[in-house]
């Protein structure tokens, strides 16, 4: 079967791009921008909130290994739905949490996704399911990041590590290292 895409944004891209590099089935994960009106916005355009884009990933997946509602899951599991454009200490649009659905079927399963996810946050859910506008891949140095730089950075260590403990406390038949072990 052929790989399949998904788009998300759960604020930071960093933070999520460490979730899912570590997931089965996941091919690559991108970090860029989409869902905002600004022509190949910037990093600073992005994070100023000026051109309406979400920090976002796409990933490209095999459908076969793992499927879009299982990543959603991983998503909803990993990051606050329940917080309206912010995740912690990052506020604006800009660190929205949404999912942008590739097609029709991708829709449907985002809807139920959010009403599976409900029962497990004490907050009403607030991710969007928006359109699948223009892709921006963020910058080479955001690409990534973890992996080449984010074990240094301390806002990094501060909000990655929380999120790759819930990824393996949860999910842990679906991690890479378990899968090649």
């Known amino acids: 079967m052929t790989s399949e895409q998904a788009t998300m944004a759960g604020g930071c891209f960093w933070c999520t791009e460490a979730v899912f590099n570590d997931v089965v ?3 690559k994960v991108e970090s860029g921008y989409t869902g905002g009106e600004t022509t190949n916005p910037t990093y600073r355009e992005v994070c100023a909130g000026d051109t309406g884009h979400a920090e976002a990933i796409r990933l490209t997946y095999d459908p076969e290994a793992i499927g879009f ?3 959603l ?5 990993t990051h606050d739905p329940t917080q309206l454009n912010r995740q912690g200490n990052d506020i604006g ?3 929205r949490s949404a999912i942008f659905p590739h097609n029709e079927a991708q829709k449907a399963e985002a809807e139920a ?17 928006e359109a699948m506008g223009d892709w921006y891949p963020a910058e080479d140095y955001h690409q990534d990041y973890w992996e080449r730089e984010g074990q240094r950075n ?3 260590m501060a909000v990655i590590p929380p999120k790759l403990q819930k990824l393996r406390k949860s999910f ?3 991690l890479k290292a378990k899968a090649e072990s």
């Open 172 to 174: 842990q038949a679906r």
């Open 93 to 95: 649009t800009q660190y």
């Open 73 to 77: 899951d991983i998503f909803f599991a």
């Open 113 to 129: 996704a959010i009403e599976r996810a409900a029962g497990d946050w004490p907050d009403p859910i607030v991710t969007t399911i």
């Open 69 to 71: 509602g299982d990543l």
């Open 25 to 27: 089935g996941v091919e």
């Open 154 to 156: 301390p806002y990094c």
